[in-house]
């Protein structure tokens, strides 16, 4: 059974940082790309970042300069590496591979 697990959310300010990560199980973790997508209240889920498996990382306009995916192929395991965050950057974070999501987590930014 395939599970990722993501963690890492939580309330911030405006400018502060967080990293979210997400740990997978049951599949051949190394041979597959990985993302994150958003998603807020009312609005549709959008991509934020995503890193293939040989190809480097992709991010959406929004979060260019200030967010890094990476991979750790031994530990199963992306990070989404998130610094000067913004109310708009509110949302619930997943990730997913293989058309595989986890559970996601809140990701709030607010004064």
């Known amino acids: 059974q395939v599970q990722l697990v993501e963690s890492g959310g939580g309330l911030v300010q405006p400018g502060g940082s967080l990293r979210l990560s997400c740990t997978v199980s049951?599949?051949?973790?190394?041979?597959?790309?990985i993302g994150w997508w958003r998603q807020a209240p009312g609005k549709q889920r959008e991509m934020v970042a995503t890193?293939?498996?040989?190809?480097?990382?992709n991010y959406a306009n929004f979060v260019k300069g200030r967010f890094v995916i990476s991979r750790d192929n031994a530990k199963k395991t992306s990070y989404l590496q998130m610094n000067n965050l913004q109310p708009e950057d509110t949302a619930a974070y997943y990730c997913?591979?293989?058309?595989?999501w986890g559970q996601g987590t809140q990701v709030t930014v607010s004064s």
């Open positions: 890193i293939g498996r040989l190809i480097g990382p």
């Open positions: 997913t591979m293989n058309d595989h």
């Open positions: 049951g599949i051949t973790f190394s041979i597959y790309g």
